[in-house]
């Protein structure tokens, strides 16, 4: 399997997550998810070990898209929904860049929904982290479309009518290679995630339940909530038997539909995950496991496929048509076709 | 028997039949043909959206006309010499444009009577009188090319589609073109289908003996190849020309070139020619939607790339936010807008001048852009190396305006040497400075580094929020936004130090009229100018290239005249533009059918104005 920072310069010095850190002050609400995903990112690239200078992050627009600006790399704050876009054209023509794309649940699934899902199936060079806070912050609270349906909310005071998007199922059927969860508040779990996606090949989608203290504060409280989460979390590891609960009692099953069934944990047939199934069907099962009321949640890696990245397929057929026709000719091409003189 | 052959100066030939009869085809060989030759040409195709319009419909016609001469010439012509029409249809879409004492040579096979009730012929036109003005040739062309056909193993249907080329066949002996370059086209062209291949080069070569035994014609003609200047040339189209253009750009700035792009008529021929060239490490990108086509192109000029995006005017539309972020980020990038008749949709493969406005000014916020605009479609070349020159130069989104006709016309074009073509340096931000600031500027040109991701020490962010002076750190002071709009304002307008003055044609320093035009009227107002002049009339002519900025000298120029026309194929946008800015009354004259100016509708134009 190729690897994707196999042409990101490497850095011989040794690096911390001080070095990723910017001098702007950092202007997220006091309390925000979004201070746990940055300290968590910082703290892991230097992990990576590569230049700072390869490194590029891309963002939209939302309270999630300032993160640029607060990293010590290359950076571009674009556009509402764009990003995704904007980072394809760069990843695809700088294989020695390692590019990642900070979106939320308005800017990545409303108003940039169509690059998101294009992005995933040529699965270019991409790691996207989409903040999934439930709501719509920087405009001051109207909902998202990761908002459960009747939601109070601005623009919607007698509850919202639109069913939401559940983000991962979204990307499995958008052909995504790489599709995981993780939480704002569990550093080490976002970190392990992170690196996994980090040397995927090809675009990784990375949702963050992310906290949003002031328009949609305890979104996400069964799963952050020391008396409750373990029993609603379903931690997936690749090759492990999905089994959960603050007493591991519980496991997932195959039902005679094909639907998924939580039993006993010392059922038969209890379920082995497999991130790496060519087959995105049970990965697709697991998503749907997920609800507004949490009463089981996965977390993890849903699928890690390999699949060739879009930019390597690109950067092969330019190989290619130099290796079968030599380097372009500039007078040659001008010249080229019906042409006469004229003495 | 021996035929008369009579010398011509020049022709034009309109070939017109259904849209599935293979006219563009036809009219592209006979133009390779004249081309080869060496007479001077300029075409004009027109055909409709549909890609197969109900067969046998007014609507379904399409056609190619071509103008070819001895000289050197301006316009695809006013009025055909020769029609050919292939059916019904095609005959009563281009008869109104045919003066009297022209060739017409119809296909009478298709002249049926179910086919002449389908477009309201009461009467068979062939046998009524009504076509007595002309010189009429009719031959049964199906039939004739069918029976030319018996021998080869091809269903009747197959040798029925080869009547293009027996026509062709025709006409080329008619007007003595060299036809090896068609023989050989077809034998590529079928390469995988031996058998339709040999039954097109036979109905090819059966047109022509018809031709030399037939008694319908006892003449045919000759055109000497034309005078042009010592050179290479080769025939090239608009969007051709701006695919070359942009490689060209790529080669002399070293910029690996990378085109985003979604389809849309006019526009993706230039997309599928650039995605032949990857070996000049082109890079086409065919995006999900015309937002992602010039997003992509601005995140590849990020990162270091001549970044590129062609479409027409809806996906203008659809950029615009993105090229505003071209000019809040200050990143070179090439939008070329090849324009077609709007608003909305309107009339896709027709030709219209009626984005110069939103591309002066369709954004929010102040967000100056420079726009240029080729004069005829060789001219495509040149102007796309200028935008990109541009571009790199001034750090900004440039947007070319070519057009429909630009587009699809040809002429024949002088290959430049590579040496002669402008070097663009990209003047890349360096490593090692202490305290980079990116949006520090060059005092001249007031751009601002260019500091692509990779380069160690200069790590910076930029975005669309608005930017400190120097540091490019957000800033809402307000101030500080003042200046900013200031600087992105004067970088743009300090382009117009760096562009030439506008040349004015004015032979002997008489004139008092001046005919000002932008883009592809330039033919037609060029054929107007010199009727004017050959009836003993003076008038002057210039033409912009750049719209934005204007040359300097254009307001010395526009005040050196008593009376300035400005024809357009919108209602006044430059002429608007003119008077905000010089509060000078230019005379409009503005037609908006979907096709280019004729050259007589223009002289008449002139000459109202010169009289009155």
């Known amino acids: ?343 | 028997m021996t035929k008369q052959v009579r010398q011509l100066d020049r022709v034009i030939i309109r070939f017109a039949g259904d849209s599935g009869d293979g006219m563009q085809l036809t009219g592209d060989r006979f133009t390779q043909e004249t081309a080869a030759f060496g007479n001077d040409l300029s075409t004009l195709p027109n055909f409709p959206a549909e890609i197969r319009a109900p067969a046998g419909t007014l609507p379904g016609v399409s056609s190619f006309q071509l103008h070819f001469a001895d000289h050197d010439i301006l316009t695809p012509g006013d009025a055909p010499n020769v029609l050919v029409a292939m059916n019904p249809a095609a005959l009563k879409a281009n008869v109104g444009d045919l003066p009297r004492g022209a060739d017409l040579i119809v296909n009478t096979d298709e002249f049926t009577k179910r086919a002449l009730a389908k477009v309201g012929y009461a009467a068979n036109p062939l046998e009524d009188g009504s076509l007595d003005e002309y010189r009429v040739h009719s031959l049964p062309l199906t039939s004739m090319t069918v029976k030319a056909l018996e021998d080869f193993d091809i269903s009747k249907k197959d040798a029925e589609r080869a009547k293009n080329m027996f026509a062709l066949g025709l006409l080329s002996w008619l007007y003595h073109r060299p036809t090896e370059a068609t023989v050989r086209f077809l034998e590529v062209k079928f390469a995988k289908k031996p058998e339709i291949m040999k039954a097109n080069i036979a109905a090819f070569q059966a047109g022509w003996s018809y031709g030399e035994t037939t008694e319908s014609f006892s003449v045919s003609y000759e055109v000497k190849p034309a005078t042009l200047p010592p050179g290479l040339y080769r025939n090239i189209s608009g969007n051709m020309a701006l695919a070359y253009g942009l490689i060209a750009a790529s080669v002399r700035s070293g910029l690996p070139l990378f085109l985003g792009s979604y389809p849309i008529t006019p526009a993706s021929d230039i997309l599928h020619e650039l995605s032949k060239h990857k070996r000049f490490g082109v890079r086409t990108f065919q995006a999900e939607d015309e937002i992602a086509a010039v997003g992509a192109a601005l995140g590849a000029s990020f990162g270091g790339a001549l970044g590129v995006t062609t479409t027409s005017g809806p996906g203008i539309a659809l950029k615009a936010e993105t090229i505003g972020l071209g000019v809040a980020t200050e990143l070179p990038l090439v939008v070329i807008d090849v324009q077609r008749a709007g608003p909305s949709t309107g009339m896709p493969t027709k030709t219209e001048q009626a984005d110069l406005l939103q591309a002066m000014y369709g954004r929010n916020g102040e967000a100056p852009v420079p726009v240029v605009a080729p004069a005829t479609p060789s001219d495509c070349f040149a102007t796309a190396v200028e935008a990109a020159r541009i571009a790199v130069k001034y750090r900004t989104p440039v947007i070319l305006l070519s057009d429909g006709y630009l587009a699809n016309g040809s002429e024949p074009w002088q290959v430049p040497g590579v040496d002669t073509l402008p070097q663009i340096d990209p003047a890349f931000a360096q490593p090692g400075q202490e305290d980079f600031q990116p949006f520090k500027r060059d005092p001249d040109t007031l751009a601002r580094p260019w500091a692509v991701p990779g380069t160690p020490g200069l790590e910076h962010r930029i975005g669309g929020i608005e930017k400190a002076d120097g540091s490019g750190n957000i800033s809402y002071d307000p101030d500080n936004h003042d200046l900013m709009v200031r600087l992105r304002q004067a970088k743009i307008d300090g382009i117009a130090r760096d562009v030439a003055p506008l040349a004015v044609d004015d032979p002997d320093g008489e004139a008092r009229v001046l005919v000002l035009g932008w883009g592809g009227t330039y033919g037609a107002i060029a054929a107007a100018v010199r009727r004017i002049r050959v009836s003993g009339d003076k008038v002057a002519q210039a033409h912009l290239r750049h719209l934005n900025p204007f040359p300097a000298n254009l307001e010395e120029v526009l005040r050196s005249y008593d009376k300035v026309i400005v024809p357009e194929i919108n209602l006044g946008q430059l002429a608007l533009i003119l008077r905000g800015r010089f509060l000078i009354d230019v005379i409009g004259y503005n037609r908006v059918r979907g096709l280019p100016f004729k050259a007589e509708e223009l002289a008449d134009v002139i000459r109202d104005v010169i009289n009155s």
């Open chain 1, 1 to 343: 399997m190729s690897d994707p920072l196999a042409l990101v310069p490497k850095d011989p010095e040794r690096q911390t997550a001080k070095d990723f850190k910017t001098d702007q002050e950092v202007r997220w609400c006091p309390g925000c998810g979004d201070y746990a995903i940055l300290a968590a990112v910082q703290g892991f690239l230097p992990e990576l070990g590569l230049k700072r200078e390869n490194i590029v992050f891309v963002s939209g627009i939302g309270c999630s898209s300032r993160f640029p600006y607060y990293m010590n790399t290359y950076g571009m704050h674009s556009i509402h929904g764009r990003a995704p876009a904007i980072a394809t054209g760069l990843a695809s023509s700088r294989p020695d860049l390692s590019v990642w794309v900070v979106t939320g649940d308005g800017d990545a699934l409303s108003i940039g929904g169509n690059h998101l899902i294009h992005a995933l199936r040529r699965n270019v060079n991409l790691k996207i982290l989409l903040f999934n806070n439930r709501i719509y912050g920087l405009t001051k609270g109207q909902y998202s479309p990761t908002s459960e349906v009747g939601k109070i909310t601005k623009s919607t005071p007698l509850g919202s009518l639109d069913s939401p998007f559940n983000p991962i199922s979204l990307a499995i059927g958008a052909e995504a290679s790489f599709v995981a969860r993780t939480i704002d508040s569990d550093r080490k779990h976002l970190q392990s995630v992170l690196r996994e996606a980090a040397t995927h090949n090809g675009t990784a989608l990375v949702e963050i339940y992310q906290n949003c203290n002031i328009f949609n504060d305890d979104a996400f409280a069964p799963l952050k909530n020391p008396e409750t989460r373990d029993d609603v979390t379903i931690r997936l590891e690749h090759g492990e038997p999905i089994v959960f609960g603050a007493n591991r009692d519980k496991a997932l099953r195959r039902s005679a539909s094909g639907s998924l069934e939580v039993v006993p944990a010392d059922s038969p047939d209890v379920l082995v995950h497999d991130a790496t199934n060519p087959d995105p069907s049970l990965a697709f099962a697991l998503s749907r496991l997920d609800s507004p009321t949490f009463e089981h949640t996965p977390i993890g890696i849903f699928r890690n496929v390999e699949r060739p990245s879009y930019d390597e397929l690109m950067r092969t057929q330019i190989d290619e048509a130099i290796a079968q026709q030599g380097p372009g000719d500039l007078a040659a091409l001008l010249g080229s076709g019906d042409t006469w003189r004229i003495d």
